[in-house]
């Protein structure tokens, strides 16, 4: 009974397995017949995935997309954008019904292991921080020590609080409430010194201040919050492309390729820039796509640094700085490997 | 034998009543001193809420700017701009701007054939009921989706705000009131797998609420679906929709159909009706007319509830405009949600006070009858 229940139980795995291996295979043929690619985004949050006055989506995840399609078809408006709320995405994803999953999702094990998706890339290092009024004159997070703090209560934020306080011994008052609102109304009324969430969170929450000028975001930043794209698990083709053309943008801004310059780049001697622009050698037959893959993606939508400044950075209203997102050779966090 | 007499006395030096003004103010405002501090009373609040409205809509109120920063001034009221600007997107939401006037022409067609069918003067109410509840629908559809004479395709995804709020609230209220009555005749039917299955139908989608239905529909049902098989988002919430108020509706109408006596029913045997002449003819139109507040609530608690729509990734109105509040950086400002807020909830009850008024009237010409 038993042994006959799990021959049929593995069957039935077998078969799924078996399915979503042969279906995923084709994503890519999938997308190029359907002649758009399906891009799952965030529902609204400020400088990630966010409709203008005109409706047009904007922000770094929904910039990601249309690289991939500029990379595809040679055109980043062959995106469907599909609004996902946070219970919907990994569904959208595993049924199909999205080819990319680019909202900003946390890259933790589970989820790469046992959600049934591929994460291919880190295309923004977030993590919690805190904010604190500018008149109280504070530099770091470690100056916080005797702070008045709200938090949401229940939530991994409140537990990386009394983390990061414990573990540099120093004292501090939880304020704690149920909702997001409250606890900022609270740090607006004055009911606490210090206000903490993930820190692209902060810069918008910020804006939303009376003065924002008033309120600083420390540097400090005490949890891992890897956001990025992925993919359906078992189509290694098709994360490759997602992979890359992400590799493309940040190695576009270490070799100072530009969307502007980047025909002038073009007719250069650089090798490396001839190869990530597809004057020299083949890179694109590796992912299935034409020599110049990565030339439409950064044409499109500009490297990394312009994609981020654009979008969260210095040329946008959050003004968050680069800090851990900044390239490798800038001290920051952003690596990807050559095109070779 | 005193009281009497005091009575005759009251009556005799009682003022002529309804002359003037003065005197309509004195019997209704004034009558005695608690009538007199309570009318005090309401006109202060009255004066108070006027006061702060007009303060903080027109007097401390931003009209002018191109972004968030012109309403960050300290005390201020509402902040305008914020609506001006992204009108467009709260009523249509992403549709493409070139083909915004598909969208306008359903809405006037849509507002021409209602106003055909449901004003009494108009006359050729067969015509504009064809129009209205067989024409117009495929006329809506292929006008909202293109894909034929050339107007090009625009997928759900693209449409939001008020036209989506419209769309899932009609859809809601139309589909959902044919299966309401057959549900409601289902289950006072004699056959027994007609009845039980409509009390289970009934039942359980009464025991769920319609988060619930529109989450399953959005997140279990592609599961269940071969890969790469989906069906469109907004046909998903539909369907929900209408099975979902269908179910509540039915009992509305059940409601009606048991105050109509038996005799009634009995009568129509005596003259050899058929079934559905007895209920089409006889006992319908007499529960359908006592039930009326009752549909009507029903469908002003659909409009309100197609706000649920946000849950699975679809952008009603309210949807829309939160959005907005919440994720576009350009517009963020202390003043921004209030005056979002306010907006949205102003159009839903214009909506749902148009219903309510219209229901109203209804009632009163179909209750002549009873009044003579």
Redesign the interface.
Known sequence: MTSRLRTGLLAVTMLAVG??AA?AQATLQ?VRDKGELTCGV??????F????????WTGLDVDVCRAVAAAIFKDPAKV??????A??RF??L????IDVLSRNTTWTMSRDTSAGMSFTGVTYYDGQGFMVKKSLGLKSAKELSGASVCVQTGTTTELNVADYFRKNKMDYKPVVFEKLPETLAAYNAGRCDVYTSDASQLY?TR?????PAEHVVLPDVISKEPLGPAVRQGDAQWGNIVRWVFFALVNAEELGVTAKNIDEMAQGQNPEIKRLLGKEGEFGKGIGLDVDWGYQAIKSVGNYGEMFERNVGEG???KIARGQNALWTDGGLQYAPPVR | MSTNTNVAEQEVRRPPAGAGPVAWLHKNLFSSIPNTILTFVGLWISYKLIAGVVDWAIIRAVFTGSD?DAC?V?DVGACWPFIT??F??FIY???P?AEIWRANLTFLLGAIGLAGLMIPAVPGKPAFAVFTLLVYPIIAYYLLTGGIFGMPIV?T??W?GLLVTLVVAVVGIVASFPIAILLALGRRSKLPIVRYSSIGFIEFVRGVPLITML?MA???L??F?P??V?FDKLLRALIGVALFSGAYLAEVIRGGLQAIPRGQIEAGDALGLSYPQKMGLIVLPQALKLVIPGIVNSFIALFKDTSLVL???L?DLLGIV???I?????W???S??TTGYVFAGFIFWIFCFGMSRYSQMIERRLSAGDKR
């Open positions: 399915a979503s279906s999938k965030n529902t609204g949050l400020a400088g995935s966010a409709p203008d006055d005109k409706g047009n469907k954008f599909v609004p996902l709320t219970k919907e569904t959208a595993q049924s199909g019904e918008a804006l939303t201040l009376g003065d946008s209203r959050l | 968030g960050k300290p600007h992204k467009d997107l939401g992403r549709y701007e997928a995804e693209r939001g989450f959005s997140v279990m592609p599961l679906l890969e790469g989906t849950i699975i990734g952008f939160q959005q907005s919440s994720s576009d950086p350009k963020f400002s202390p921004t949600p």
